[in-house]
């Protein structure tokens, strides 16, 4: 249920963004008796609206990303979060330490906490076939969707880390996976680099622009190449495509200076809290090694435990307070 009619304007938390991370950390806050609204752009589920078939969450050796948003959306609204549909604008917090929340459709809820789970976004080639066959060959994740790709020809596109790293990753799936990077020099650490360019699995090709993701009804089949120095242009035959160009954090939303890595990834301490007090942060957002779900649903519990107790303290501090004066 989305109950825009009967939101009001001031929460416990206020959680922005209704992926698993804010549907778990919603889930835990109701149960936890705290009043908890989530703030959902669109239907809530986030990233597991847009995967097909998801195989690594405990407990479900195979179900639809679909489903599972279902299932944890019914589960949040079981223990009682107030889940809206609006997009958040602006976090910001005021001279009065409380957060306010400013939303698209003008509303401005308040809350002396404010967890952000608003994901991020992988970015995108550009190239026309990446939407028709996202989800049938073209992937953005390797740990989610390597396992789909065994003994088959696949490329990855990328020249940083990320690339570099996944392409090794997924020859223990594929037969061979084609390194492509626009440049002639790779920007991942040396040994990375080493590493890929010695596995027998990976051919690297340099210098080399995605210009379109060919398929048919099956999924992606090809890849349509154009040498930067040449102009000539090729094709590759491969069943998958894994897109490493970066990824954009939804970080942006913060008014004010929070700790944040050179790419916009949020960095918390071990409550999940920002640095500024009082403003936490979990899942996809956040800096850490790898962003699976049960790494935002895993982040979630742990910030929504720490917000409880984050309100206790505040609420003891403010009886003392009125105990001294
Ligand atoms: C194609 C694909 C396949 C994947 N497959 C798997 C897999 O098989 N297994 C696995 O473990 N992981 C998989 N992942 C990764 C996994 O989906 C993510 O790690 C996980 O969804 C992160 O959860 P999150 O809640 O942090 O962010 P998200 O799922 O990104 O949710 C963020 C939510 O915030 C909302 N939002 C953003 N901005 C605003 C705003 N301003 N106002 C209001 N709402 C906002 C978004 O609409 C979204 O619903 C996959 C990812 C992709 C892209």
């Given at each position: ?161 990320a690339a570099v790293e996944e392409a090794g990753y997924l020859t223990r799936y594929a037969e061979k996976v084609f390194l ?109 090694l790898t962003r699976q779900i049960t790494t935002a649903v895993g982040d979630a519990t742990t910030a929504a435990i720490a ?19």
């Amino acid at each position: 249920m989305t109950n825009n009619e009967k939101e009001k304007a001031q929460y416990d938390v206020i959680i922005v963004g209704g992926g698993p991370a804010g549907l778990c950390a919603a889930m835990y806050s109701g149960r936890g008796m705290l009043d908890a609204l989530l703030i959902e752009r669109g239907l809530p589920g986030g990233e597991l609206l847009n995967t097909e078939l998801i195989e690594d969450y405990p407990g479900f050796e195979s179900i639809l990303g679909r489903d599972l948003a279902a299932r944890m959306t019914s589960h949040t609204e079981k223990f009682g979060a107030s889940i809206v549909t609006d997009t958040v604008d602006a976090i910001e917090k005021m001279d009065d330490d409380w957060f306010e929340v400013r939303t698209q459709l003008g509303k401005v809820y308040r809350a002396p906490t404010v967890l952000l789970t608003a994901g991020g976004t992988p970015n995108k080639l550009g190239v026309p076939g990446e939407v028709e066959y996202a989800g049938r060959g073209v992937s953005y994740c390797a740990v989610c969707d390597g396992a789909f790709f065994k003994d088959e020809t696949i490329a990855v596109v990328g020249g940083g880390d990320a690339a570099v790293e996944e392409a090794g990753y997924l020859t223990r799936y594929a037969e061979k996976v084609f390194l492509v990077h626009r440049r002639d020099e790779f920007r991942a650490s040396k040994l990375l680099q080493e590493r890929a360019f010695k596995n027998p699995k990976i051919a690297v090709v340099r210098s080399q622009v995605v210009e379109e993701i060919g398929g048919g009804p099956s999924g992606a089949t090809s890849l349509k190449l154009k040498d930067t120095k040449t102009g000539e242009t090729s094709e590759l035959a491969v069943t998958g495509v894994f897109i490493f160009i970066g990824f954009t954090p939804n970080s942006g939303l913060i008014k004010g200076h929070f700790d944040h890595d050179p790419s916009g990834y949020i960095i918390t301490d071990w409550n999940m809290m920002t640095s500024i007090p009082g403003l936490f942060a979990a899942g996809d957002l956040r800096v850490q090694l790898t962003r699976q779900i049960t790494t935002a649903v895993g982040d979630a519990t742990t910030a929504a435990i720490a917000i409880e107790k984050y309100l206790a303290e505040r609420q003891e501090a403010a009886k003392e307070a009125v105990g001294s004066a």
